[in-house]
């Protein structure tokens, strides 16, 4: 049985029609719920695969198969560190939508704060804006190995595009959470355009992990 077949034996129309409204793309849905897509990529992952069994994955129309195609790449237990970024970058040139990049920025690929920064100061100012969001997210992803929100702040650059921005206000959001008094103090002094500093600071008032002396000082951040 092809993955398509596979994956259209247990689609949900409804839930295809639901994640297209909340995953712009131009890719189809199929429909599969997310614990049965998960139940299908760990009957697939005890399998011995290789590169060969799914490289064409990535050229679906499908949004389930080429969510598949990271994750199988990212988890190949065949391909080195070097081979993965040698497919994952040409993919993620071509992924156009959110739920790709935030699925698969948590899956392990780099080691260490040096490496992840230097793979976002490499891709960070790409023309495609779904490599640029993942550079985000991976930090986000790793963001428990980073003790200096300095170097996090220094590469928050000013981007136009939407779910670029949305990924860096998640990030800052989460880092305020860690770190909540430099990150206040950066986006005081920041020039960071409008829409990313107040769905930054939205993001930061939402969280119950913040007093609500905490959200009324982050409020007087809104330009």
């Not at 980073?146 to 921005?165: E, K, N």
């Amino acid at each position: 049985m092809d993955i398509i077949t596979r994956f259209q034996t247990v689609k949900d129309e409804q839930y295809a029609l639901f994640s297209k409204k909340i995953i712009p793309s131009s890719l189809q849905f199929i429909g599969v719920r997310s614990p049965i897509f998960k139940r299908i990529v760990k009957d697939i992952l005890i399998q011995n695969y290789v590169y060969e069994d799914y490289h064409e994955y990535q050229y679906s129309p499908y949004f389930e198969v080429q969510l598949l195609y990271g994750i199988l790449l990212l988890r190949d237990k065949h391909l080195s560190k070097e081979e993965k970024l040698a497919h994952l970058i040409p993919f993620l040139k071509t992924v156009d939508n959110w739920a790709i990049i935030d699925s698969i920025s948590g899956i392990p690929l780099l080691d260490g704060v040096d490496e992840i920064l230097k793979f976002v100061d490499t891709y960070q100012k790409d023309a495609a804006p779904f490599l640029r969001r993942y550079c985000y997210i991976l930090v986000l992803a790793h963001l428990k190995e980073f003790h200096d929100p300095q170097v996090i702040f220094s590469r928050i650059l000013d981007d136009d595009h939407y779910y670029v921005q949305m990924g860096q206000a998640w990030l800052l959001s989460m880092t305020y959470l860690r770190y909540k008094e430099a990150t206040f103090t950066y986006l005081k002094h920041c020039s960071l355009n409008k829409v990313t500093l107040h769905k930054t600071i939205q993001k930061i008032i939402d969280s119950y992990r913040v007093t609500d002396e905490e959200k009324n000082e982050v409020r007087t951040l809104r330009r």
